[in-house]
């Protein structure tokens, strides 16, 4: 039922882990985004695909990796995590510029 | 984000109008949104306007935008206990990027 749906809700894991977050839409939707929430509550956008293709890509380290499969999924790979990665994580999709529909969340911690 | 700025908080009775303002920047914003966010949840999409309207309303949510100056805003009529959230103005630019306020906490006492 769910339309945006991210796995897993809560990330806890050391520094200099690899750890992969996955994000799927049944909603038809051609793009999706991925955004990072900090502590601050503050939403920035990170990567966009537009049916698979990478249309946006703002100053997000090169340990950061997107990857769609196909349209419905945008998973998310980050190498070598740092404590400054400690954030909420966001995927969320849309048909075009039409309004973006986010998923829940993922909660990564490192420690 | 340092292109749409709203104020950090607002503390509402019960029962009263809630009244959550927003400013923009960019003139070929094609929508406006507010989105809610709930302790520890996700980002619901609340309402949004088209740029080319002034008002749009949906039950106790009326959205006012002000394109000359832009302006924004988002009134909460009748405020609930469940209205307590964080929210988030955001606009649309260039390429589908939304870029959002740094949110507005609304706090509701009884």
């Known amino acids: 039922d769910t339309a945006v749906s991210q796995t897993p809700k809560y990330l806890v894991t050391q520094m200099g882990n690899d750890k992969s977050i996955k994000c799927e839409q049944n909603?038809?939707?051609?793009?999706m985004y991925w955004y990072k929430q900090d502590s601050k509550k503050f939403l920035k956008i990170m990567f966009s695909?537009?049916?698979?293709?990478?249309?946006i890509n703002e100053t997000v380290p090169n340990r950061f990796s997107p990857k769609s499969p196909d349209k419905a999924h945008l998973n998310l790979h980050i190498n070598s995590l740092e404590l400054g990665d400690s954030a909420v994580y966001f995927c969320?999709?849309?048909?075009?510029?039409?309004?973006?529909?986010f998923g829940d969340g993922t909660r990564l911690s490192i420690l | 984000g340092e292109d749409v700025e709203q104020s950090l908080f607002l503390s509402v009775r019960e029962g009263d109008s809630s009244v959550i303002n927003c400013t923009y920047t960019?003139?070929?914003?094609?929508?406006l949104y507010w989105y809610k966010q709930e302790p520890g949840a996700g980002l619901q999409l609340l309402t949004y306007?088209?740029?080319?309207?002034d008002m749009k309303q949906d039950q106790r949510l009326t959205v006012l935008l002000n394109k000359k100056d832009k302006h924004l805003s988002l009134r909460i009529a009748d405020t609930q206990t469940g209205d307590s959230a964080i929210y988030f103005c955001?606009?649309?630019?260039?390429?589908?990027?939304?870029?959002f306020g740094a949110g507005t906490t609304v706090t509701v006492r009884a």
């Open positions: 969320a999709s849309s048909q075009s510029d039409q309004p973006q529909h």
């Open positions: 909603l038809g939707h051609d793009t």
């Open positions: 695909y537009n049916n698979k293709e990478l249309i």
């Open positions: 960019d003139s070929s914003s094609t929508y």
């Open positions: 306007i088209f740029s080319n309207m």
């Open positions: 955001a606009e649309s630019i260039p390429l589908g990027k939304l870029s």
